[in-house]
């Protein structure tokens, strides 16, 4: 599975951007995404174009973990989102490897088909994203009280961008 | 802006060039104010003129008839205007949906076979139709001048404007019913159609479809699509309702052959397959040959046509002689619009050279032969073939499906289901292994086909007779009904098209309105699923699920939020499912657009809006029409995306993701210079003909104001250094004329962001 995880703030304006791969199951956290280079700009576009669904979903759930909200079927794309009290959005896009069922068949004695790497919408998959997306809004309310953090500027601590990647290589 | 002359060191130094300019800029404004009518209304002359024939014209004629076309606009628009609102039959219709369902609903008409004699088809043939009578009456089933009233089952009658029928020859028919195999390729077909069109540069973009419409090319795809169909089994919208017999009066003993005809359609070679309905309509027809027969003759020979076989009989007066353009009451011929994409290639290759001459390409007609063949079919479908239908529905509405409705009747099919009782005895000789499955026993699995009379078949007959006469209740409730019956069969293909069938009549239903209760989204939801899903994979036509598809898109994206939601789901699913290549894929991709973009949200708030949505698909539309090579296409909906982006609460935003709006800037420089480039082209001499005369200036006067702009500017300049000057302005003007566009400079695009 390849991530794209992007904080977009209340004016709709990215202010943190990461793309990182699996670390479960023997993958390396590098990205691979199936639309290859475009993907740099079609992650963005993809995400961009959720902000419609969490625009509606947002209130028609009291919880601030949105789950799964949007999809993207051409590049089977999924995106969670978390929403804080200030109307940050946390988005996280996550597209599962293109195995074809040919390979997925010989490899599914090590990995079971609700394993994180494989399954999208699995419960174990949402539990991980919870997790990550916990931990990120912690790290989040932290650089926020940094005295040298303006709100509503991007953010460019490589300290947070860190604890995010290492947040990403814990949990997904 | 400055004047195009000073401002553009493209242009050539003829005056002429100067024209299009401003002329352009001039009826601009006007397409733009006009186009939901223009398209509306033109539609079906649209399609069924030979489409090379306006783009190929010369630069000057093209500036010519689109500058006298911009005079009468006023009042025709008016008039439309509020016809529009009128029409629909929802309360609060997008643009384009009447056009798109008024497509659908003509592409199912009912087909009216023709099996004529050898001399009425040499008639034709000396009248310059290669395909004999058929060509000749074939175009005027389309549409059936006048109001046809159609009689539904509770008794009520309608009219309906723009009824028609579907012509079609006999032998075609039953070459279709014993070969199936040449069905598979329609796809690629339709593909290869697209391609010639696209690449032809036919699709004028003068009247540029609004937000939300429908384009002309889909339009084309979409019934190209909906026309690609020969007799099969699991549906009789093909299956002849009626047979034209037709004799000349040069035709010697002609009762006799009359009589040889019907029985060649009854028992011969020319009898449809054992799945459809034999006791179809026949129709006799007399052609009497005004300029070599007597009439006196032929009239008597009619009356005793009459007395024979009844009522059914028509007279029809034609010419035999040729007709020329230059003749005083020629008519051209009317091109077909239903045509298959196989027909519409041969059609295109053979007309090709004559397009190049500027010439017409159908045969023309005397005026007074036109008019003859207009009475003859709609007498032929006012009176006979529609009361033939309702008949028929009458009759099967009363003898089999109420059975089947009432109480008795549901424990009838229930205890046979359950118990095999009815099913034992019928099963052991044509399907051994359905026993005891719930099976009826009726259906031929090896063949996938029911018997004719099978109740499965005239349930369905009958349900597609209601829905070709736009009875869509009976014919949703008849579908539904026989539905359970195929799935109990394991008919999968006929199973599909009564899903199929199913949503699309209750779609089609004006009286089903989207608040009702009865109009549940899940229910659409699950029938497309299991229509396309057996279409595709246990019968493998792509072709049908393709239309299932779509149809399904089109009619369920103007019925409220979840439906345009779910149409939006549809229509990516059907490029998922990699139904269509790559010119389908842009028009499908826009259609996914127009779906977003019709979601309407709650109120004022735009709470539930789609609208970020609908700028992607238009974004990645674009680059599809860009690798497809029409800038101009690619360009509008660029814009359109840049208008959806505005539309949204932080518009700005977009250009915050830095490699997203990289991209929109480099496919928006894509596009500019690939319209400059052919700007110059266009300049360059009246060789380069098509499309882009008229069509990318249309576009491209905006665009180019920057550049404009600043090229003034260093005119200007270069006016200011003087003579010695000279030698820089030379450098400066030349090296931009040419490579201008491909490597823009930073004023223009400082000019040139989202708004």
């Known amino acids: 599975m390849s991530y794209y995880f992007v904080i977009i703030s209340p004016a709709d304006t990215p202010l943190f951007e990461l793309t990182f791969g699996t670390s479960k199951a023997g993958g390396d956290g590098v990205p691979r995404f199936r639309n290859g280079e475009t993907a740099r700009y079609m992650n963005q576009f993809i995400v961009h174009a959720a902000l419609d669904v969490v625009e509606e979903v947002q209130w028609l759930s009291p919880n601030m973990w949105l789950k799964v909200i949007d999809n993207y079927a ?33 490899r599914s004695s090590t990995i079971s088909s609700t394993s994180i790497p494989q399954n999208p919408t699995s419960p174990q998959t949402e539990e991980a994203i919870r997790q990550f997306m916990n931990e990120v809004f912690e790290l989040w309310v932290k650089t926020l009280m940094n005295p040298f953090y303006t709100i509503g500027k991007p953010i460019k601590s490589p300290v947070f961008r860190q604890r995010v990647v290492g947040a990403g290589r814990k949990w997904l | 802006m400055t004047s195009p002359r000073n401002g553009d060191p493209l242009q050539q130094p003829e005056d002429l060039s100067s024209i299009p300019n401003l002329d352009v800029y001039k009826t601009r404004l006007s397409a733009r104010d006009e186009s939901p009518e223009t398209s509306s209304a033109s539609l079906p002359i649209r399609t069924s003129s030979p489409p090379t024939q306006g783009s190929r014209s010369s630069t000057l004629s093209g500036v010519l008839s689109r500058s006298s076309s911009s005079n009468g606009k006023l009042s025709l628009s008016l008039a439309r205007f509020g016809g529009l609102q009128v029409n629909s039959p929802l309360g609060n219709p997008s643009d384009g949906y009447d056009d798109t369902r008024s497509l659908i609903v003509r592409a199912f008409s009912p087909t009216v076979a023709v099996y004529a004699a050898q001399e009425v088809d040499e008639l034709a043939v000396r009248k310059g139709l290669k395909h004999g009578f058929v060509e000749l009456v074939r175009p005027f089933g389309e549409k059936i001048p006048g109001k046809v009233v159609v009689r539904d089952s509770t008794g009520a009658s309608r009219s309906w404007d723009d009824f028609g029928v579907h012509f079609t020859t006999l032998d075609q028919l039953t070459e279709d019913g014993s070969s199936s195999a040449a069905e598979v390729n329609h796809l690629e077909k339709l593909e290869e159609l697209m391609e010639q069109y696209i690449g032809d540069g036919y699709y004028d973009t003068a009247d540029t479809p609004g937000r939300g419409e429908v384009s002309e090319l889909y339009k084309l795809f979409l019934s190209r699509l909906l026309c690609s169909r020969s007799m099969s089994p699991h549906e009789s919208f093909r299956h002849p309702v009626g047979a034209i017999i037709a004799i000349s009066s040069s035709t010697k003993q002609p009762i006799d052959t009359l009589r040889n005809l019907y029985q060649q359609t009854a028992q011969g070679p020319r009898a449809l397959p054992t799945y459809a309905n034999p006791e179809y309509l026949r129709y006799y027809v007399l052609v009497h040959d005004e300029d070599h027969d007597d009439f006196s003759k032929s009239s008597a020979l009619f009356d005793q046509m009459k007395r024979h076989f009844g009522l059914h009989c028509h007279l029809l007066r034609l010419r035999s002689a040729s007709c020329t353009q230059s003749d005083d009451d020629a008519e051209e011929l009317p091109t077909g619009e239903w045509l298959s994409p196989e027909e519409q290639i041969s059609v295109l290759k053979e007309t090709a050279n004559l397009i190049d001459l500027n010439t ?15 009475t003859f079919v709609r007498e032929l479908t006012a009176q006979s073939i529609v009361y033939h239908m309702e008949q028929r529905i009458a009759l099967w509405n009363d003898q ?37 499955s719930g099976a009826s026993g009726n259906y031929d699995s090896l063949q996938g086909t029911y018997r004719w009379d099978a109740p499965e078949s005239l349930l369905r007959k009958l349900a597609d007779y209601a829905f070709m006469l736009r009875d869509y209740k009976l014919a949703a409730s008849t579908y539904e009904l026989v539905r359970s019956d195929y799935a109990n069969d394991k008919a999968w293909k006929h199973l599909a098209g009564a899903n199929e069938m199913c949503c699309i009549a209750t779609l089609l239903n004006p009286l089903t309105s989207s608040g009702s209760s009865k109009f549940k989204i899940e229910n659409f939801d699950l029938m497309l699923e299991t229509a396309s899903y057996s279409y595709l994979t246990r019968c493998s036509d792509p072709a049908l699920a393709l239309r299932t598809l779509l149809l399904g898109v089109e009619l369920l994206k103007v019925r409220g939020r979840a439906a345009s939601e779910v149409a939006a789901k549809w229509a990516i699913r059907s490029l998922e499912l990699g139904l269509v290549g790559s010119i389908g894929n842009v028009l499908v991709s826009e259609r996914v657009a127009s779906c977003f973009a019709n979601r309407i949200g709650i109120g004022n708030t735009g709470w539930g809006l789609r609208k970020r949505k609908a700028a992607v698909w238009s974004v990645m539309a674009a680059d599809e029409w860009m690798k497809l090579g029409r800038a101009e296409i690619a360009a509008q909906r660029l814009d359109e995306a840049q208008e959806f982006y505005s539309e949204t609460n932080h518009s700005e935003a977009i250009k915050q993701f830095k490699e997203l709006a990289a991209y929109l800037e480099q496919l928006r420089l894509a596009v500019r210079m690939k319209l400059g480039e052919a700007r110059k082209r266009g300049f360059s001499g009246a060789t380069r003909q098509l499309e882009l005369d008229g069509e990318v200036e249309d576009e491209t006067v905006e665009e180019m104001n920057a550049l404009e702009k600043h090229d003034s500017r260093v005119n200007r300049l270069s006016l200011m250094g003087d003579a010695s000057g000279a030698a820089i302005s030379l450098e400066t003007v030349a090296p931009l004329s040419p490579v201008r566009l491909t490597r823009p400079d930073p004023l223009s695009r400082e000019d040139d962001d989202f708004e």
């Open chain 1, 74 to 106: 051409p590049t089977n794309s999924h995106i969670s989102c978390f929403l804080t009290g200030t109307n940050v959005r946390f988005m996280l896009l996550h597209q599962p490897s293109a195995i074809t069922t040919a390979s997925a068949g010989s």
């Open chain 2, 360 to 374: 017409s390409t159908s045969p023309f007609i005397f005026s007074s032969d036109a008019a003859a063949l207009r």
């Open chain 2, 400 to 436: 089999v499906a109420s059975r089947r409705r009432g109480i008795s009747g549901r424990f009838m099919s229930l205890s046979k289901r359950w118990t095999g009782i009815g099913a034992s005895s019928r099963a052991s000789s044509s399907s051994a292994n359905l026993v005891g």
